[in-house]
Nanobody
Framework: QVQLVESGGGLVQAGGSLRLSCAASGRTLRPYAMGWSRQLPGKEREFVARITWTLGSTYYADSVKGRFTISRDDAKNTVYLQMNSLKPEDTAVYYC?????????????WGQGTQVTVSS
């Protein structure tokens, strides 16, 4: 079993920054990738960013490219999301996920979510 614990959410003014953290524990071994998705009010969950664990390759949604940076700490089994130049439309619950293997049908593990609110 894998547990993911997020932290770092909160309230920030537009243009400000926040850093989210997600610590993985349990049977994490060496995941294929970890990342972040978010759910805006009244909308479906959407992909934000992902980083592969072995090579550190990163992928971003177009809406956050150039503003958000994902990184990892292998020793701590932790993934970070540095969010800069935040906009009110970034307001959402942010969920960390862990993808155990690259196979398309592999189910992700999810954290409980952390609220990010950006005021205008």
């Amino acid at each position: 079993q894998v547990q993911l614990v997020e932290s770092g959410g909160g309230l920030v003014q537009a243009g400000g920054s926040l850093r989210l953290s997600c610590a993985a524990s349990g049977r994490t071994l060496r995941p294929y990738a970890m990342g972040w998705s978010r759910q805006l009010p009244g909308k479906e969950r959407e992909f934000v960013a992902r980083i592969t664990w072995t090579l550190g390759s990163t992928y971003y949604a177009d809406s956050v490219k150039g503003r958000f940076t994902i990184s990892r700490d292998d020793a701590k089994n932790t993934v970070y999301l540095q969010m800069n130049s935040l906009k009110p439309e970034d307001t959402a619950v942010y969920y960390c996920f862990l993808k155990p293997a690259p196979a398309p049908g592999t189910a992700n593990y999810w954290g409980q979510g952390t609220q990010v609110t950006v005021s205008s």
